[in-house]
């Protein structure tokens, strides 16, 4: 899949709900796998550090064991947990491809950083 590629607003493809959000983020993926993102807070000032504190959870992660749980629980409840194993092992992969990728970057740097900054036999000397 490929990273949010568009913005929109969609206010009439929300679903209703039974409360009243102060900030929201919503993400659909098209047929070409492009992410669309709706996203935004209601009010004042409150709301929108509701909004920044969600975009940080989301970015530590903190709310992914709370979003599985939730997966879990619909799948189990529509006679589908199969399919909730195949998801966990496709995050599991996608996960570590990540953590590869990254692990690899690093070492890149490290071989970077150990090599000398200027090369002796590249200082000038001056008579």
Not at 55 to 80: F, H, P, V, W, Y
């Amino acid at each position: 899949m490929k990273f949010i590629k568009n913005l929109f607003s969609s206010s009439s493809a929300k679903k209703k709900k039974a409360f009243k959000s102060k900030c929201y983020i919503t993400l659909d993926v098209d047929e070409h796998n492009n992410f669309w993102i709706d996203w935004g807070w209601v009010g004042g000032h409150d709301s929108m550090l509701s909004f920044c504190g969600m975009i940080a959870q989301l970015n530590q992660g903190m709310l992914l064991n709370d979003m599985l749980e939730t997966i879990e629980s619909k799948c189990i409840a529509d006679a589908r947990p199969d399919e909730y194993k195949i998801l966990l092992e496709t995050l599991n992969g996608m996960f570590d491809t990540i953590n590869h990728q990254e692990r690899g970057q690093i070492e890149e740097m490290k071989k970077q950083l150990s090599s000398p900054l200027i090369k002796p036999t590249q200082v000038m000397k001056n008579d």
